[in-house]
């Protein structure tokens, strides 16, 4: 039971990501019959537990890897299912996000994340049918970190009025808060290039060197 926890933190973080991403979408008005009757604190409340859900599926990204080192329970399951739900979590907060109204500075770094995340997905597909594999690369793994940051912080300035704790005036704070969120988001997208193109250049040459 203990060695299957990690599975078990890595499916539920497809759960969530799927709640999530149902709840974005509610709180916008885009499931028929049931959004158009939310009252708007109802809508805050659909927004601030997506934002929760996002944030929590974010830590079991890093706690389902660990223990599966820690408990000698790295699985073949583990290995599919870990990258699965890393990219169905940032593409459908990028969605959620992009759901919650104009963003006109994550618009194009969300673009290029998710440009970049199914161009290597194909990459993936195309290199285990011909025996190339793509390891993960440190990068790669810092990836990952900087874009769940950056959506999370990307998030919560999206859904600002959903947080009663945080000041509703503007102010300083709010703006810092913004910057600092749209300048990480920028960060991650620029590495989740460089990235893409280190996938891009490992299976150009691995398939190279399998021509006869």
Known sequence: MIKSLPNILTGS???MALFMFVAFAAAAGAVPYFSNRLEPEAQFALQRWAVYAFILAAVTDFFDGWLARKLDAESVWGAILDPIGDKVLVCG???GLLALGPQPFVVLPAGLILFREFTVSALREVG?????KLPVTLLAK???TLQLTALAMELVVAAWGAFPFLPQDGGAFRNGFEWAAHGLFWVAAVVT???????WEQTRKALQGQTP
Do not use: E, H, S
């Open 142 to 144: 810092w990836k990952t």
């Open 128 to 132: 285990a049918a011909r025996g190339v």
């Open 193 to 199: 290039l460089i990235t893409g193109f280190q996938y």
């Open 93 to 95: 907060a990028i969605l």
């Open 13 to 15: 973080r497809l759960f």
